[in-house]
Structure formats: C-alpha cells, structure tokens
T-cell receptor, first 114, second 113 residues
Framework: AQSVAQPEDQVNVAEGNPLTVKCTYSVSGNPYLFWYVQYPNRGLQFLLKYITGDNLVKGSYGFEAEFNKSQTSFHLKKPSALVSDSALYFCAVRDPYNTDKLIFGTGTRLQVFP | SAVISQKPSRDICQRGTSLTIQCQVD?????MFWYRQQPGQSLTLIAT?????????ESGFVIDKFPISRPNLTFSTLTVSNMSPEDSSIYLCSVARGPDTQYFGPGTRLTVL
C-alpha cells in the first residue's frame, strides 16, 4: 500500500536555528511528493513539491526539501526558523494508482520558541 | 495558485441533522476534491467531483452519507447527512491547478453534539 510516514508528532526548535521535519514514503514508481502547512484555524497551504529534477526543491517562506531516493525520504528544512513558522506540517504523496488522490502523513507540529 | 472559499467556516449541529458545505473557486476547474480531517488526524480523501457526472467516492465513504453536487466548473457542495458526533471534523475542498498540485480551501470546522 502507498503510504507516507512522519515519525515525529512534534518538533521543537529555537528561533534562528535550522529546522528539519522528517518524511518518508512508500510508493510504487516515481513519487510525486508535497509539503503543506496548516496554521491554526486555517486551511492547508502549499509549500513545495518534488516531481522530477533537482533533488533540492525550494518553496514558499524560505522552506526547502531534499528528495533522497535511496532513503525514500523527503525532509523539509529551513536554515533559520521563525516563531511564525510554528504550525502543523503535512507531507503528502500522489497515489500512483489514482493520480487525483493525495495520501497524507499524520502531520508534525512545529513549535519555534523565541 | 487558486482562491478557494468555503461556507460556513464553522458550525455546531445536532445529532441526526444534515449540513451542506459550499466550496467556491475563483476560476473554472475540471475536478474538485473533498477531504476530511478528523480531530488530531491527517486528511483523508472523501470523493472527487467532476462537473456533469457523479462524484467518485473513496473506500469507506458513501453517497448516501456524503452527497456531493457539482453544478458548474467553479462550485461544489458536500452534504454531511444524518450527523453523529463521529462526523465532527474539518472538511476541506481542494482543486488541482497546474500541474500536479492541489490547493485547499480554508476548511469548515464541524462539531456535532
């Protein structure tokens, strides 16, 4: 079965420090991978995606993600965290058997402390 | 990206009643999607709505419980029927926009008492 795992329920980081939110996937074929962010009482906002090409993908708000095929990972990173980055982050993969469908991980709550 | 609005933003409903959620997009799209996010959990696709045809439901979701309308290329509704407390969730609509990316509405937070 196709799946996405986010092994950390919560990540805590001090403002100004680098942050990493982990994501691993299990999918047939070449993966289409996505990161979304959900702020309190808001919908999901698209951050970035990997379809093909350069393994390092840059997205909104200074975030980037690195696709690693051998480790089946797509970790989200930011060099310097902001308090305003505190939110719920979801990794997702497109279902290769139903390309309209996104399969989401369980989410990781990022808390950035001043 | 896409500008997507949903109504209502939140509601508190009594058991056994039904609620219809509206989703409006700023431009025409072929497919619209409805997701459910149960408390503290991830998002699950309920159904895909194409204009002019019946919605396609995912395993575990049925039309009688979640009827969907798609009257035109910018609008869709999801009805949560005969509600129970287990239906308390955030319901989100999304659209696919060029290419390969889904954009989500702000969600409807439903509480069933």
């Amino acid at each position: 079965a196709q799946s996405v795992a986010q092994p950390e329920d919560q990540v805590n980081v001090a403002e100004g420090n680098p942050l990493t939110v982990k994501c691993t996937y299990s999918v047939s074929g070449n993966p289409y991978l996505f990161w979304y962010v959900q702020y309190p009482n808001r919908g999901l906002q698209f951050l970035l995606k990997y379809i093909t090409g350069d393994n390092l993908v840059k997205g909104s708000y200074g975030f980037e993600a690195e696709f690693n095929k051998s480790q089946t990972s797509f970790h989200l990173k930011k060099p310097s965290a902001l308090v305003s980055d505190s939110a719920l982050y979801f990794c997702a993969v497109r279902d290769p058997y139903n390309t309209d469908k996104l399969i989401f991980g369980t989410g990781t709550r990022l808390q950035v402390f001043p | 990206s896409a500008v997507i609005s949903q109504k209502p933003s939140r509601d508190i409903c009594q058991r056994g009643t039904s609620l219809t959620i509206q989703c409006q997009v700023d431009s025409q799209v072929t497919m619209m999607f409805w997701y459910r996010q149960q408390p503290g959990q991830s998002l699950t696709l309920i159904a895909t709505a194409n204009q002019g045809s019946e919605a396609t439901y995912e395993s575990g979701f049925v039309i009688d419980k979640f009827p969907i309308s798609r009257p035109n290329l910018t609008f869709s509704t999801l009805t949560v029927s005969n509600m129970s407390p287990e239906d308390s969730s955030i319901y989100l609509c999304s659209v696919a926009r060029g290419p390969d990316t889904q954009y989500f509405g702000p969600g409807t937070r439903l509480t069933v008492l």
